[in-house]
């Protein structure tokens, strides 16, 4: 059974200081794992992706995280927030199986203080 | 590349009364997602296609709802006889086939029921 954990339901940082926000997962299988954006009112926004090509993935607006196997985790970093960070953030596994079956966290809102 | 579009943005309605959603996915995507995303939780899966067939649907899919995809293309959820609890942000995705493939989303209707 795949299952997808966001360890904290609100992060809050100073504007310039760095953002991390947590993620564990399950997976049977190798998994896909991906982090993406909600602004409010909007739909979700790709950051984004690993696929097993390599452990450290660099996404949009500075953005990047770390897959880690023996610790089942896919934390999401960016070295200084920018006001415009504010939103909801979620991680998301799919099996690699060909297969349709994606589980998203629950989110984490992300607060920045200027 | 139009991005994912849905239609209509908001819809006000009165318990009982049926409601139709349009999405219009990326056109070189073949897979098609629905989910419904209630406050301050990630969305959960209602169901999708792979071109015009139905492959899979969630339990909270109840008889109420029917989605179609005629030819593959744009997609339709209807909720008949809308009860209170239908009222979420419904997003509609697609993609590529592959578990690697990552979701585009639109910007999603919000239903409110009165």
């Known amino acids: 059974a795949q299952s997808v954990t966001q360890l904290d339901s609100h992060v809050s940082v100073s504007e310039g200081t760095p953002v991390l926000l947590r993620c564990n997962y399950s997976?049977?299988?190798?998994?896909?794992l991906f982090w993406y954006v909600q602004h409010p009112n909007k739909g979700l926004q790709l950051l984004l992706k690993?696929?097993?090509?390599?452990?450290l993935v660099k996404g949009i607006n500075g953005f990047e995280a770390e897959f880690k196997k023996s610790e089942t985790s896919f934390h999401l970093t960016k070295p200084s927030a920018h006001m415009s960070d504010a939103a909801e953030y979620f991680c998301?596994?799919?099996?690699?199986?060909?297969?349709?079956?994606?589980?998203f966290g629950a989110g984490t809102r992300l607060f920045v203080k200027a | 590349d139009t991005g994912v579009s849905q239609n209509p943005r908001h819809k006000i309605t009165k318990r009982g009364q049926n409601v139709t959603f349009r999405c219009d996915p990326i056109?070189?995507?073949?897979?098609l997602y629905w989910y419904r995303q209630t406050l301050g939780q990630g969305p959960e899966f209602l169901t999708y296609?792979?071109?015009?067939?139905?492959?899979?649907k969630s339990r909270l899919l109840s008889d109420r709802f029917s989605a179609e995809r005629p030819k593959g293309s744009f997609s339709t959820l209807e909720i008949q006889r809308t009860e209170q609890g239908d009222s979420a942000m419904y997003l509609c995705?697609?993609?590529?086939?592959?578990?690697?493939?990552?979701?585009?989303f639109g910007d999603g209707t919000r239903l409110s029921i009165l």
């Open positions: 296609f792979q071109n015009e067939a139905q492959l899979e």
């Open positions: 998301v596994v799919t099996p690699d199986t060909g297969g349709f079956k994606t589980i």
């Open positions: 995705a697609s993609s590529f086939q592959g578990g690697d493939q990552p979701q585009h």
């Open positions: 997976s049977s299988y190798s998994p896909s």
């Open positions: 056109s070189e995507h073949n897979r």
């Open positions: 690993y696929t097993s090509a390599a452990t």
